[in-house]
């Protein structure tokens, strides 16, 4: 028995505070391993940790415009995520039912995207190359790994519609993480794309996409304990410092300075 929980829409810089604090707790065994679900209040983009801001983000164009700019604690590549994105936490313990195998642990969470994307009668396959779903050949569903604390979490975002015009502002490079591509409304795809718009009808197909996939069931919960709550208020302070956001663009200009070599990107 695993917890759900789904958030609907919340701030961006508050959801990775969120998952972080969930995954701390879940990883000490205070807290159930736990699927979650939200969406974002206002645009954002979601960095990966080992990224530099100037690498990936038109950041002026995002200051101007509103949109924040979330390091969070995962790896893998950035994503710009608006409110037409379901988006998920699979937090479990390590040692669990999800795999100590990366790759492993990808193919047997992102099995319960694609079997949503079945029922749904979307059709869905792993691109495993890139740690994503695709559907009808385009990429429909991004996603990222991390392990601290005990935990194991594996987040991702599955597109009912989404603004491609404004995440070309915000990007720099919008088809670095799709399939050689002239655009990303080449290579993407959206749900809204299949006639698919009930986004509640999408969230319970998601639902039980994860249970079939791991295993479990879900237990479904509308308040996370006190302890989770407190930790990602004190988190919150860190992820909206500009120290945190541009962590390793002030880590690479600080080797620059001093002539140390340059680290190789993820």
């Known amino acids: 028995m695993w917890r759900f929980l789904d958030l609907d829409r919340i701030d961006g810089f508050y959801s990775a505070a969120l998952f972080e604090s969930i995954g701390k707790h879940v990883g000490a065994g205070s807290s159930p391993e736990t699927i979650l679900f939200w969406r974002v209040r206002s645009p954002v983009v979601y960095l990966g ?45 390590e040692g669990g039912i999800i795999p100590g195998d990366i790759q492993a642990a990808y193919r047997k969470v992102l099995g319960g995207v694609v079997d949503a994307l079945e029922a749904l009668g979307a059709g869905g396959e792993l691109e495993p190359a890139r740690n994503a779903v695709y559907s009808r050949g385009r990429k429909i569903s991004g996603n990222a790994q991390g392990r601290f604390d005990g935990a194991v979490l594996i987040n991702g975002s599955l597109l009912m519609d989404f603004d491609f015009e404004l995440m070309d502002k915000v990007l720099k490079n919008p088809t670095k993480n799709l399939m050689p591509v002239s655009s990303a409304r080449e290579g993407m795809i959206t749900l809204k794309d299949m006639g698919i718009t009930d986004i509640e009808y999408a969230k319970k197909a998601l639902r039980l996409g994860f249970e079939n996939a791991l295993g479990i069931n879900l237990k479904e919960s509308m308040l996370m304990t006190e302890g989770e709550m407190n930790l990602a208020n004190r988190l919150l302070e860190k992820y909206a410092q500009r120290e945190w956001i541009y962590k390793m663009d002030i880590k690479r200009a600080l080797r620059k300075k001093h002539g140390a070599p340059l680290p190789r990107q993820a």
Do not use: K, P
Not at 56 to 77: H, P, Q, T
């Open 49 to 93: 940790y080992h990224q530099c801001v100037e690498d990936e983000v038109n950041a002026d164009f995002c200051s101007a415009n509103d949109i924040g700019i979330v390091r969070r604690i995962l790896g893998g590549g950035c994503g710009f995520c608006d409110e037409n994105q379901i988006l998920f936490s699979v937090i479990g313990r």
